[in-house]
């Protein structure tokens, strides 16, 4: 039987439990830009996210998939709903409070990065270590064991623009996992990179949900959403299916190997 016909319906279904980690209710983001007509991204989202899952959102350009993720993050502000991370209703938080959530438990990678260009690789890893509160012992304790973890042990003093796009990845990886958030958000972290790169950033993804890792997904490339244990299809700024793909997603074992298999 192939993952997509073992697939059954259970997501928001399901219902949250006092277990989801990520809880949202009735999400709205709509754009305002003078001269233009409003754009509604974002159009009453429910969501939750369990503790440990790993979550795909997919669907179209356009669809509002970035969009919703920048709320999850905090990085851009809904016009209504709500939004609960650890138990904490975070909604109302200041940007202060938010940056400060942030860099405690919530990691996020993009499709372009994001480093800091004059900064070396360790001191990008350390440096959101450290504005969280570590100790510059305890930073570079983290920096190095991810470094290594993630094959980028010698690497520590070159510069982003010295590095492949894939090598660049994972140093977006390792700095976004070194405070060990409850939950990585990622938009689109293969896309920007080749094949090789795509399989690398995968793996990677699976390696740390094996390990109990919560991750958010947001990605066009079903092949890349194969490899979650739950999909949720995003259309029109809204939830229209939400999916668990039974025996298979990065925790599970079976789904990964598929899809690195696909991807050649
Ligand atoms: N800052 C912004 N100002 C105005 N409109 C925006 C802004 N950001 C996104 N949009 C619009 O909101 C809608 C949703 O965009 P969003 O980037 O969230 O979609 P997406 O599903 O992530 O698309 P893609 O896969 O192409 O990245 C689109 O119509 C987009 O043009």
């Known amino acids: 039987m192939s993952r997509e016909e073992s ?20 999400l709205v983001k709509t754009y305002r ?16 996210v369990e503790r440990g899952e790993f979550v795909a959102v997919t669907g179209p350009s356009g669809a509002g998939k970035s969009t919703l993720l920048h709320l999850l993050g905090g990085l851009d502000r809904p016009d209504s709903g709500s939004l609960w991370l650890d138990g904490r209703q975070v909604d109302a938080y200041s ?19 994001n480093l800091v260009s ?32 993630l094959g980028l042990a010698g690497k ?22 070194v405070n060990t958030p409850s939950v990585l958000l990622a938009d689109e972290p293969a896309g920007s990179l080749d094949s090789k790169g795509t399989r690398e950033v995968l793996r990677l993804l699976s390696r740390f949900h094996q390990r109990g890792q919560t991750i958010v997904l947001v990605t066009h490339d079903a092949r890349m959403a194969s490899a979650a244990d739950r999909v949720i299809s995003f259309f029109d700024g809204q939830v229209v299916d939400d999916v668990a793909l039974q025996g298979g997603g990065g925790r599970r074992g079976g789904g990964v190997a598929d899809v690195l298999e696909l991807k050649g």
């Open 7 to 26: 697939a059954h319906r259970t997501g928001s279904a399901a219902g949250p439990s006092a277990d989801s980690i990520l809880r949202a209710e009735g």
């Open 33 to 48: 830009t003078e001269g233009t007509a409003p754009v509604e991204a974002v159009r009453g989202v429910d969501l939750h």
């Open 95 to 113: 940007e202060a409070r938010w940056a400060v959530l942030r860099r405690k438990k919530i990691g996020i990678v993009f499709q372009f990065f």
């Open 118 to 149: 004059n900064l070396t690789v360790a001191d990008n890893v350390e440096l959101p270590a450290l504005l969280a509160g570590s100790t510059p012992r305890q930073a570079r304790a983290g920096r190095e064991e991810l470094l290594a973890e």
């Open 156 to 177: 520590e003093q070159s510069m982003p623009a010295e590095l492949s796009g894939g090598e660049q990845q994972r140093v977006a990886l390792a700095r976004a996992l």
